[in-house]
């Protein structure tokens, strides 16, 4: 494990939906310039997880410790009908609070869709929509990105563009917790946890 | 890159263009404006006959007497703009719900994206009700067209705070959409001058549009102004506005300083 200072802190997070018992003492740290995952089937607990580190969602009890500002991509795309993918960038500026749209730009053009910057959202692929989901959460460079199954619905290129990006913010000194349930390609990640039973287990894969 | 200080003024105004800019791709709202609204006063006018009609005219505190097709043209237009803009409302609260949270919680300052859907929300009202207002003057000249005009504001204002309540706090669109229909069909049905003429019952005045249907018929039939009917409207109007603030509010807070160690 690197000395590069934690970043996120994650002690005995619990959380129960009604009886649903769906976190059960999740433990976890997350250094500066790592890129980690936590993998697991489909509804055990992975998106709650990150929306708890997200402060969507409040645990029953626990403690999270982790920088002010953060990016958050949540699993389904969240955006407006409306608006083309240039004003969802404009109006995130102004969210942000950020002098202009050079690292906006930037990612558009990594990920590879800059030429749809003045198509409304309705004329996207679901792909494509995904991607701009995913720069929503980047383009005000947070030292923590939180990304669930960001991925999803990306053909093999852009695939393998998000994981370019990925290396780029690791190389940047950004920390990417990456939730997703394809536990294939795991080797990409320098920390990779399962959640398993409402737990984090560290996956044995990376000691081998 | 590092945040740089953004004036209130650049957060109100991005908001409300933004807001503005949402309103003008509701292309079923705008067909509603444009068609159903002159649709509406025009076949109550054709159609309903000119015999007098007496309405209880409280905000002058006497029953008048007037033609029974201007009198429907009033409640027409009333229900139109109230019906068009809660919906207007509901529909762009309804959808964007989710991205307005992911705004919030992006750091978009709260109280100016809201009051920038409110600007939208009086322009869209404003608007509606001059549209609906000529529309009226096309058939009869009512004594105060400018109080008429004003009076369905008020109540496009009350529709278009119950439509941003609804959109705020409902999870199925089908159910907002019913209830402002179920509301409007009560609240107009029970005033209208047609289906109740003398409408003398105390409960009246607790209508949602109570104020602005007082207000619009003396505009048409006597020049006094009832300023007391025309804050009614917006009363309502800040009502549902509280509620939908509330409910905005708890779905953007940010739940990470309560367990933060």
Known sequence: ?208 | MRPTPTSAWTYFSTAARYALLEHSRNRLALVLVLFYLPLWISLGHVVITSAEVRFLLRATDETITAPGNNLSNISGALNAVTLIVGFMMFSVTFTAGRFDHRLAMAGYPRPQLIAGKLVALLLAAVLTSAYATAVVCLYWHPRQPWLLGLALVTGALTYGGFGVMLGATLRGELAGMLLIIMTSIIDTGLQSPIANPVADNDFIRYLPSYGAMQAAVTAGFRDSFPFPYLLLGPLWFLGAVVVAGIAFHRHTRDRRPAFFG
């Open chain 1, 1 to 208: 494990m690197s000395d590069a200072r934690l970043v996120l802190e994650v002690h005995d997070v619990h959380k129960a939906y009604g009886r649903h018992r769906v976190l059960r003492g999740v433990d976890m740290e997350l250094r500066a310039g790592r890129l980690a995952g936590v993998v697991g089937e489909n509804g055990s607990g992975k998106s709650t997880l990150l929306r708890i580190l997200a402060g969507r969602l409040r645990p029953d009890r626990g403690v999270v410790k982790g920088p002010g500002r953060i990016g958050y991509c949540p699993q389904e795309t969240v955006l407006n009908p409306a608006f083309t993918v240039e004003q969802h960038l404009e109006l995130f500026r102004v969210a942000y609070g950020l002098p202009g749209l050079d690292r906006a730009h930037e990612l558009l053009e990594t990920l590879h869709f800059a030429d749809y910057r003045r198509h409304r959202i309705g004329a996207l692929s679901g792909g494509t929509q995904q991607k701009l989901n995913l720069v929503l959460a980047l383009m005000h460079d947070p030292p923590l990105l939180l990304l669930d199954e960001p991925y999803q619905g990306f053909d093999w290129e852009a695939y393998q563009r998000f994981w370019e990006l990925a290396g780029q913010l690791r190389e940047a000194g950004r920390s990417c917790l990456v939730v997703t349930h394809i536990a294939y390609d795991t080797s990409r990640f320098d920390d990779l946890w399962r959640l398993d039973a409402g737990r984090l287990v560290d996956d044995a894969r990376r000691d081998g």
